[in-house]
């Protein structure tokens, strides 16, 4: 590949959510990435698990190790520090506390819609978050029943300037057919901005397999719009620029 790849959702730190069980797994994650031509992965663990079970100085510590061992490696990737911040009541508190992490330093924030088929909460705490001048960016929109059962939702936060990251196995299939039809309705619709890997082992249903989407996007609208999704945009949310991004439309079945 001839242009760098970025991996803005990924659980690759060791023990601390549902990730891998160990720093060999962690660092074999790594590998895989290093080999598709990703330059920068965004660690992002659940921010319930770095809170309860952990701290972010914890994490931190962690993420310093893991871009220890690269660097002597040889491996031109580095990780930085996110989290993926499931939305709830408490979470403007939780990003005014420190507890709730945008991606590396920059004002872009990754999202975790909640698990139900309608809420009250999202357009509610999302409206606060973009107060407070952030920019959300929403977890893989295409798996949840929130955006499956109201895809005019997904088009009123996207027209509101928000962003959402689409997970590069739901575009061929892993998730089953249905994921995957909403994930190509949402491409065609210039609903999906950014494509991460989500990875949580190095192999099995959820491996670092960014190149993999890459290809397969390219498939449904074509390589300059997957380019868009792999290494320009996440690129340019890296250095906390403001993205070029092109007018939604609303998905009709
Ligand atoms: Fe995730």
């Known amino acids: 590949m001839n242009f760098p790849l ?4 990924n659980h690759l730190l060791p023990l601390i959510d549902d990730g891998p069980n160990s720093m060999d797994e962690t660092i074999k994650i790594v590998e ?3 080999m598709q031509g990703v330059r920068t992965i ?3 663990p659940h921010k319930k698990d770095v809170n309860e079970l952990h701290s972010i100085e914890f994490v931190r ?3 310093k190790k893991v871009n220890q061992i690269c660097k002597s490696r040889g491996y031109s990737i580095s990780l930085k520090l996110g989290m993926e911040n499931h939305l709830d009541s408490r ?5 005014k506390a420190g507890k709730a992490l945008p991606m590396g330093d920059s004002k ?7 698990y139900d088929r309608k809420s009250n909460l999202v357009e509610d705490v999302l409206g606060q978050i973009q107060k407070i001048g952030l920019i959300p960016i929403i977890a893989h929109p295409e798996r ?7 895809p005019a939702l997904l088009f009123n936060l996207v027209d509101e300037g928000m962003l959402t990251q689409i997970t590069a196995s739901s575009v061929y299939g892993k998730f089953g057919d249905e994921v995957q039809r909403f994930t190509k309705q949402i491409l065609r619709c210039n609903l999906g901005h950014i494509l991460a890997s989500d990875a949580h082992m190095s192999t099995g249903p959820r491996p670092p ?3 993999k989407g890459y290809f397969e996007v390219s498939k449904i609208v074509g390589r300059d719009a997957a380019k868009d999704m792999v290494s320009t945009l996440p690129g340019a949310i890296l250095e906390n620029n403001a993205l070029d991004i092109k007018p939604p439309i609303l998905i009709k079945d």
């Open 91 to 95: 979470l403007l508190d939780d990003i």
């Open 6 to 9: 970025f991996d803005l959702h």
């Open 209 to 211: 397999d960014l190149l």
């Open 108 to 114: 872009y924030i990754l999202l975790e819609m909640p």
């Open 144 to 150: 949840m029943e929130l955006f499956q059962y109201d």
């Open 42 to 44: 965004i660690a992002t």
């Open 61 to 63: 510590g962690l993420l």
């Open 32 to 34: 895989l990435s290093e």
